[in-house]
């Protein structure tokens, strides 16, 4: 995702964290919320020495393999960097700075992984090289998910957050069931329905919207809620 997409994970999140967790948070990030840590992510991968952290936004294996079946790479992914983050959160004997870093990264990644795109294919880098419009302008399937969509709809993150589906009791039990393998399968099979439904070189636009923005920002709306699982679980 981009920083919309981003802070309104982290902000969805925000409203569904125990007492508990919210003060551990707070004082691990000196009081920045989620919302704002959603998008450091990002905004180290310009900087050389965070290079290696660029495979863990994404992982890619064939639609007709499993992940586990499929060779994993050696720089890690998104579904490893998740765990990664959660053992460090986890660890007692881990600093408090490698802790918040590792806290940013996991805001960050538990919002690409409910990205479909993000759980996608080598080949086309996820979408990245799917060449198609956006309207009248060229651009790519990735980018349609990434930004395209949620800034064609022109809402603000906090107006996306609080405006996220309301939800049932039943609504919310099954959204936090599962595991992070679970959520990531969840968007391999929308990643397959979008290749089954877009063509290369095609035009999207108001149709495009129609068919999959209420999908994107489901997909946010889970992300936020089971982050605030991971982080309830971590820091009770
Ligand atoms: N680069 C290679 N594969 C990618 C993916 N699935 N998402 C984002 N960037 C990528
Ligand atoms: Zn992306
Ligand atoms: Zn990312």
């Known amino acids: 995702w981009g920083r919309t997409g981003h802070r309104v994970t982290g902000k969805i999140a925000e409203q569904y964290l125990t007492k508990k967790a919210k003060k551990a948070i707070e004082k691990l990030l000196n009081g920045e919320s989620l919302a704002f840590v959603s998008t450091y992510g990002d905004e180290i991968r310009s900087d050389n020495t965070y290079q290696k952290y660029g ?27 998740i765990n990664t983050c959660i053992a460090v959160l986890r660890d007692k004997t881990a600093t408090n700075e490698d802790k918040a870093f590792h806290l940013r990264m996991l805001v960050h990644f538990m919002g690409d992984i409910h990205q479909p795109l993000h759980v996608g294919l080598a080949a086309d880098k996820g979408g990245n090289d799917f060449q198609v419009r956006w309207f009248n302008e060229g651009t790519n399937l990735h980018t349609v998910w990434d930004t395209k969509m949620i800034e064609s709809y022109n809402m603000s993150y906090t107006e996306l957050a609080l405006n996220a589906d309301k939800l049932s009791k039943n609504d919310l039990l099954a959204i936090r069931k599962g595991t992070v393998r679970d959520w990531m399968y969840e968007s391999r099979a929308l990643c397959i329905d979008v290749y089954n439904n877009t063509e290369i070189g095609e035009k999207l636009g108001y149709k495009y919207m129609y068919d999959y923005l209420d999908i994107a920002r489901k997909q946010l709306q889970k992300a936020g809620i089971r982050l605030a699982v991971v982080l309830n679980d971590i820091f009770g």
């Open 55 to 81: 495979p863990w936004h994404y992982v890619n294996f064939p639609f007709d393999s499993s992940y586990e079946a499929s060779e994993k790479s050696e720089k890690g992914d998104v579904y490893v960097a």
